[in-house]
Protein backbone atom coordinates (compact mmCIF):
# COMPACT_ATOMS: atom_id res chain seq x y z
CA UNK A 1 0.00 0.00 0.00
CA UNK A 2 1.32 3.24 -0.97
CA UNK A 3 0.24 6.60 0.22
CA UNK A 4 0.75 10.56 -1.14
CA UNK A 5 0.05 13.16 1.26
CA UNK A 6 -0.17 16.63 0.21
CA UNK A 7 -0.37 19.46 2.51
CA UNK A 8 0.33 23.42 2.17
CA UNK A 9 -2.42 24.51 0.28
CA UNK A 10 -4.50 27.81 1.12
CA UNK A 11 -5.62 30.70 0.23
CA UNK A 12 -3.23 33.73 -0.13
CA UNK A 13 -3.60 37.16 -2.45
CA UNK A 14 -1.47 37.72 -5.49
CA UNK A 15 1.91 37.90 -5.80
CA UNK A 16 2.05 36.11 -2.41
CA UNK A 17 3.97 32.75 -1.84
CA UNK A 18 2.83 29.11 -0.95
CA UNK A 19 5.19 26.07 -0.07
CA UNK A 20 3.39 22.25 -1.02
CA UNK A 21 4.41 19.22 0.20
CA UNK A 22 4.02 15.79 -0.96
CA UNK A 23 5.24 12.99 1.33
CA UNK A 24 5.10 9.43 -0.35
CA UNK A 25 4.68 6.02 2.11
CA UNK A 26 4.38 2.15 2.09
CA UNK A 27 5.95 -0.46 0.76
CA UNK A 28 8.37 2.00 -1.60
CA UNK A 29 11.32 0.08 -3.31
CA UNK A 30 12.05 2.85 -5.79
CA UNK A 31 11.09 6.59 -6.74
CA UNK A 32 11.95 7.64 -10.06
CA UNK A 33 9.89 11.18 -11.10
CA UNK A 34 7.79 12.65 -8.93
CA UNK A 35 5.46 16.07 -10.10
CA UNK A 36 3.15 18.41 -9.29
CA UNK A 37 -0.36 18.84 -11.69
CA UNK A 38 -2.83 20.72 -11.17
CA UNK A 39 -6.91 21.25 -12.10
CA UNK A 40 -8.10 24.16 -12.55
CA UNK A 41 -12.50 24.18 -12.41
CA UNK A 42 -13.79 23.47 -15.81
CA UNK A 43 -10.43 22.62 -16.94
CA UNK A 44 -8.11 19.48 -17.71
CA UNK A 45 -5.75 18.59 -15.68
CA UNK A 46 -2.04 19.97 -16.41
CA UNK A 47 1.55 19.66 -15.43
CA UNK A 48 2.99 22.00 -13.36
CA UNK A 49 6.48 20.46 -12.97
CA UNK A 50 8.61 17.45 -12.54
CA UNK A 51 11.95 16.64 -11.22
CA UNK A 52 13.75 13.28 -11.54
CA UNK A 53 15.60 11.20 -8.98
CA UNK A 54 18.38 12.87 -9.83
CA UNK A 55 17.18 16.28 -9.42
CA UNK A 56 16.73 17.12 -13.15
CA UNK A 57 13.75 19.67 -13.23
CA UNK A 58 10.73 20.68 -15.80
CA UNK A 59 8.32 23.41 -16.17
CA UNK A 60 5.60 24.34 -17.82
CA UNK A 61 6.23 27.98 -19.66
CA UNK A 62 4.03 29.92 -17.13
CA UNK A 63 5.74 29.03 -14.21
CA UNK A 64 8.80 29.43 -14.92
CA UNK A 65 10.60 31.65 -12.50
CA UNK A 66 8.13 31.56 -10.00
CA UNK A 67 7.96 27.85 -8.44
CA UNK A 68 10.59 25.58 -7.96
CA UNK A 69 10.39 22.01 -7.54
CA UNK A 70 12.47 19.80 -5.37
CA UNK A 71 12.59 16.96 -3.31
CA UNK A 72 14.21 15.12 -0.61
CA UNK A 73 15.04 11.44 -1.51
CA UNK A 74 15.79 10.09 2.00
CA UNK A 75 11.95 11.55 3.28
CA UNK A 76 10.63 10.58 0.05
CA UNK A 77 9.14 14.01 -0.28
CA UNK A 78 8.50 16.35 -3.08
CA UNK A 79 7.84 20.12 -2.51
CA UNK A 80 6.98 22.69 -4.78
CA UNK A 81 7.86 26.50 -3.55
CA UNK A 82 5.42 28.96 -5.69
CA UNK A 83 6.45 32.76 -5.33
CA UNK A 84 4.55 35.85 -7.13
CA UNK A 85 1.20 33.48 -7.43
CA UNK A 86 -1.26 34.67 -9.60
CA UNK A 87 -5.09 34.65 -10.08
CA UNK A 88 -4.41 31.54 -12.51
CA UNK A 89 -2.55 29.96 -10.26
CA UNK A 90 -5.86 29.36 -8.61
CA UNK A 91 -6.01 25.02 -8.88
CA UNK A 92 -6.37 21.97 -6.54
CA UNK A 93 -2.73 20.55 -7.33
CA UNK A 94 -2.11 17.17 -7.11
CA UNK A 95 1.11 15.24 -6.24
CA UNK A 96 2.60 12.52 -8.61
CA UNK A 97 5.19 9.98 -7.82
CA UNK A 98 6.23 7.32 -10.35
CA UNK A 99 6.97 4.69 -8.23
CA UNK A 100 7.95 0.79 -7.47
CA UNK A 101 6.09 -0.89 -4.75
CA UNK A 102 8.04 -4.07 -3.85
CA UNK A 103 7.27 -7.06 -5.98
CA UNK A 104 5.33 -5.25 -8.28
CA UNK A 105 6.56 -3.25 -11.49
CA UNK A 106 6.70 0.90 -11.35
CA UNK A 107 3.68 3.02 -12.07
CA UNK A 108 2.34 6.20 -11.25
CA UNK A 109 0.55 7.06 -8.16
CA UNK A 110 -1.85 10.47 -6.98
CA UNK A 111 -1.99 11.97 -3.74
CA UNK A 112 -5.42 13.45 -2.93
CA UNK A 113 -5.05 16.83 -3.95
CA UNK A 114 -4.59 19.90 -1.93
CA UNK A 115 -6.28 23.10 -2.78
CA UNK A 116 -4.72 26.68 -3.62
CA UNK A 117 -6.60 29.85 -3.79
CA UNK A 118 -4.89 33.18 -5.24
CA UNK A 119 -7.63 36.15 -4.80
CA UNK A 120 -7.24 39.62 -3.40
Known amino acids: QVQLVESGGGLVQPGGSLRLSCAAS????????MGWYRQAPGKQRELVAT???????NYRDSVKGRFTISRDNAKNTVYLQMNSLKLEDTAVYYC??????????????WGQGTQVTVSS
Open 96 to 109: NADLKVWGFPARGY
Open 26 to 33: GSIFRINA
Open 51 to 57: ITSGGIT
